[in-house]
Every structure is written in structure tokens, then in C-alpha cells.
């Protein structure tokens, strides 16, 4: 695995909501086809946008780029119908140039979203399954049940979970996984660092084990995520090569243990996710294009709680576009539910003094733990220990022989006197008081919280 990993933070965009690009051109629907088809959209030059943001990334202490679905697809991204173009709603392979090179330019690592458990079914491979049966070329692409089909009938394909317009790839079949190194190498070889995987879950990891160390061996740098939403993890990066997958546990700890004041939730999920950091680290997160909003889900006053848990706790931290600011938005479960938390974005960043005071707070509390995180890089795979813990209080301590951070929660609303270990002082947050070292204790306002530093014994 590359280096440059252990020390990435990264600045997670939904391109095709964040520059304000139709997601349903001509009529399409979420599981279904446009009626235009990718193919026929005219050149929209609007990744610039994100470009313009870029000086923003830095600006927060973030030093990489999660990029979601750039290539042509039917609706949303997900649904692609060619690897090798960007989509005609974002731009060209020259914005997409141009791009990259501005990144790079500033420090920033870029990282694309490949799907390849499915392709959209407008894809040309399939449409040419579709028209010429069994004897296409590209039959071997997928996993189809031809008993009984007549030319002009849809074809029986599997699907991904139930979406018809998404035809899942024949993962057993060679011709796929050269598609896909033939895919990673090319966008490789253009400058991009890395690749999430998307649904990296529904694929055998069999088949990345094949496909990733082929990719490596032409682009030794190169840093893999894997999307997994349940499942073995640690299996699953042994068996795959993966190297690092999504922690969901940990958001959903992050989520529900603030929310429903219920902290031991939070304290299981990061000991389960100390159980991974010998044999990876995890990207870890509070919120993405799939899911609520983190201040919705929260509230805007404890967004900074789960911050500093993301931020002192291992992994490779991201932030979602937009978190930075306290957006709030909430994801449904019908068609257009993920639009509300990919919305469209200004043509440049706004001016801090321009925001409301609740969105300058918690812009200003991601630099500042973003700055902890920086001035403390061994906490990308550091263990962490809770060491108080009821419903409303929580400490934690993260630590190497050298040195240890210590980040202590209050989400109830009453004060409460926490144990702080060998703390000695603040590095982010408030106390209500000093830190009493002589009884190792501080004190946390009504839902405040703090970061500390602290020299272990």
C-alpha cells in the first residue's frame, strides 16, 4: 500500500449534484432509462466548480479528493455506459485534465468512484446483448438465463439488489476483470491516485484479488477503498487485497450514540473498530452522498461531538461536501431521496463572515481538529481506549508509546466531571474549569467537549 494514505484526509463530492448537472436528463428515473441516452447529452463544461474549490480543501487542512461517479451514465452516476469518457453533464477529458492537475498542484490527492459490480443497462454491452443474444461478443460480461429468450425480448440478467436498470457483471469471467484493469490503468495513467470501489461488498473478493495486484504492479502507489456496508471486514481485505474499506459501524455508532444518548453504542463500535487497525485502516466518516446529514441526524450543537471522535480516533478520515458548513438534509427512501444530501453548491466558496454564526462554528472546529489530527499523525492506526463511559459521558484516550490524545464528551445537559487520565492541556473544545491534574479530572459544560493532550506515563 502507498504511504501517502497514512497521512490523506479527504474532501468527499458528489460531482454531478455538487455542480448542479440534471440527474434525470429527458425524463429518466432513478431505475430506469433516459430517454435521450448518455451518449446524446451535450458538452457541459462544469467540473471548473469544483476546481474553484479546491483552494477551500486546503484551506480546511484536507489533502485529498473523493470523487463520486464522473463517466457517462443513464441518471445518477451509478448507472454507467462507459468507462473510458467523462460524462457530457460534468465536462470533458480536458476539464477532467485540468482538474486533476489543480489537485495536484495544491497537494491534493484524487481518487475516483469506479463501479464495477454493475454497469447501467444502456451500457453498449449489454444493449449489444440485448440485440444479438448469446453470439454477442460481449456475452461473457454478464450472468444471463437464456432458456426460452427470442430475439426482441429483454434479456434475463441479474441485477443489483433489485434495480433493473442496473445489469450486474460476470465477475468469474476473465473478460471482466481485463475490463477493469484495462479501466483503473487508463484513469491511472491520467493522473488520478486511487479508486473507491463502489458496492465492493456484492463483488467475490476473489475477483479483486485478481484484478488489484495487476493494477499494482503497473501503479505500486496506487490506494484502494472498498465501499462495504456489513460483512467480515478483516476477511474481507485479506481475502480481496483491498486496502482499506467504509466503516459504517463506526458512523452508525457516531450517530446513534449522540443521538440517542446512548454512548455505549459508541464505545462497542470503536472497539470493534480497533479490531481491524492490525490488519487496516478504515475510512472513517459522519457522513456521505447516501446518507442523512450528520448535523440532521445529531443537531447542529453536537456536530463538533462527533467531530472530535472522528478526528482522534483511527483510520482516514473524509468529510463530506457540505458537513464542513453544517448542512442539513435528510435522506428518503423513494425516488429522488439521495437528492436532498447531493445538493448543488455555489460557484465559489463563501466568505466565512457570510455564514451564519452555527455554520462559522463548526467550519471552524473541522480546521481546528483537522490541524489535532495533522500535529498528531500516528492516530491513523492507534488504538483506542474509552475510559469513562455512561450515557451522556464519554472519554476516550488514543495513544502511542510517546504520546496520547484524549477526547472527552458531553452530550447530556447537565455539567459532569469526567476522569482525563494524564491530560495536561486543551487542544480543541472548552472546560468548564482547568483540568485538576492532581486528581486527574475535569470538568465539561452542559454539552461540551474537549480534546486534550496528554504523555503517557
Do not use: C
Not at 118 to 136: D, T
Not at 144 to 150: L, T
Not at 229 to 234: P, T, W
Not at 424 to 439: E, N
Amino acid at each position: 500500500m502507498s504511504n501517502w494514505a497514512e497521512t490523506v484526509m479527504l474532501w468527499h463530492v458528489y460531482p454531478l449534484g455538487f455542480t448542479g448537472a440534471p440527474i434525470r436528463p429527458d425524463g429518466a428515473d432513478d431505475d430506469g432509462q433516459s430517454d435521450a441516452g448518455a451518449a446524446d447529452q451535450p458538452v457541459e463544461h462544469r467540473l471548473n466548480r469544483i476546481e474553484a474549490w479546491l483552494d477551500h480543501v486546503v484551506e480546511l487542512g484536507l489533502n485529498g479528493l473523493l470523487l463520486g461517479p464522473v463517466f457517462p451514465s443513464s441518471t445518477h452516476g451509478y448507472d454507467t455506459v462507459d468507462y473510458f469518457r467523462i460524462d457530457a453533464r460534468l465536462g470533458d477529458d480536458g476539464d477532467i485534465d485540468r482538474l486533476i492537475a489543480a489537485a495536484h498542484d495544491r497537494g491534493i490527492r484524487v481518487l475516483f468512484d469506479g463501479v464495477f459490480n454493475h454497469v447501467g443497462r444502456e451500457h453498449p454491452a449489454f444493449a449489444a446483448l440485448e440485440e444479438q443474444g448469446p453470439e454477442a461478443d460481449t456475452a461473457d460480461l454478464f450472468r444471463v438465463r437464456w432458456d426460452g429468450w427470442q430475439a426482441g425480448e429483454p434479456v434475463d440478467a441479474d441485477v443489483f439488489e433489485g434495480h433493473d436498470a442496473l445489469v450486474t457483471l460476470n465477475h468469474d469471467s476473465p473478460a471482466v476483470a481485463d475490463l477493469v484493469v484495462e479501466v483503473m490503468t487508463h484513469w491511472l495513467g491520467r493522473g488520478i491516485d486511487g479508486w473507491r470501489l463502489d458496492a465492493a461488498y456484492a463483488v467475490p473478493s476473489a475477483f479483486w484479488a485478481r484484478v488489484l495486484p495487476r493494477v499494482r504492479a503497473e501503479y505500486p502507489e496506487a490506494w484502494f477503498l472498498g465501499e462495504v456496508i456489513h460483512g467480515d471486514a478483516v476477511r474481507i481485505v485479506e481475502e480481496s487485497t483491498i486496502d482499506s474499506l467504509t466503516q459504517y459501524e463506526l458512523w452508525q455508532g457516531i450517530w446513534h450514540g449522540i443521538a440517542d444518548r446512548n454512548l455505549f453504542e459508541l464505545k462497542h463500535a470503536i472497539e470493534r473498530n480497533n479490531e481491524l487497525l492490525s490488519v487496516f485502516a478504515p475510512q472513517t466518516f459522519v457522513g456521505n452522498h447516501d446518507v442523512t446529514r450528520i448535523a440532521s441526524a445529531i443537531g447542529p450543537d453536537l456536530v463538533p461531538h462527533a467531530l472530535a471522535v472522528l478526528f482522534t480516533v483511527a483510520g482516514v478520515p473524509s468529510v463530506y461536501s457540505g458537513d464542513e458548513y453544517g448542512y442539513e438534509a435528510v435522506k428518503e427512501e423513494r425516488l429522488g431521496g439521495d437528492d436532498a444530501v447531493r445538493p448543488e453548491f455555489p460557484d465559489a466558496p463563501p466568505a466565512p463572515g457570510s455564514l451564519p454564526e452555527s455554520a462559522q462554528h463548526i467550519l471552524r472546529t473541522h480546521q481546528l481538529l483537522i490541524a489535532v489530527r495533522r500535529q498528531h499523525p500516528w492516530l491513523h492506526r492507534a488504538h483506542t481506549d474509552v475510559i469513562h463511559i455512561d450515557n451522556t459521558a464519554m472519554v476516550l484516550r488514543t495513544a502511542t508509546g510517546t504520546d496520547a490524545v484524549v477526547t472527552a464528551l458531553n452530550v447530556g445537559d447537565a455539567p459532569v466531571s469526567v476522569p482525563v487520565a494524564d491530560a495536561t492541556r486543551v487542544l480543541a473544545g472548552s472546560l468548564a474549569d482547568d483540568i485538576d491534574r492532581h486528581a486527574g479530572e475535569a470538568s465539561l459544560p452542559p454539552r461540551g467537549w474537549a480534546v486534550l493532550s496528554a504523555t503517557p506515563a
